[in-house]
Structure formats: C-alpha cells, structure tokens
C-alpha cells in the first residue's frame, strides 16, 4: 500500500469476501510482520 502524504509503502493485509467486499484491513508498518495464525484465526472469526 502507497502512503502519498509519506512517500513510503506500507504492509497491509486484506480480507476480501466472496462478493468482493473488504471485510477487514490490517496495516503493519514498513517492515511489520504478520502472524499467520493470527491471520487465519481473524478468517475464521469473519466466516468468509
């Protein structure tokens, strides 16, 4: 993801349904990790 007022990307994880709706977003910051237990335990709660 692009951040146009800093001028740096960003990490950021999204959640898209079915119909192609964002259900959940998730930034992390230049050189963030994620957690792909976390990641899957929020799938699971959103039930897509």
């Known amino acids: 993801m692009w951040l146009e ?3 740096i990307t960003d990490r950021a994880t999204v959640l ?3 119909n192609g709706k964002v259900l959940w977003s998730e930034s992390v910051g230049p050189g963030g990790a994620r957690n ?3 990641l899957l335990a929020k799938a699971t709660e ?3």
């Open 5 to 7: 007022d800093k001028g």
């Open 16 to 18: 898209v349904g079915k």
């Open 36 to 38: 792909p237990g976390d």
């Open 46 to 48: 959103l039930g897509e």
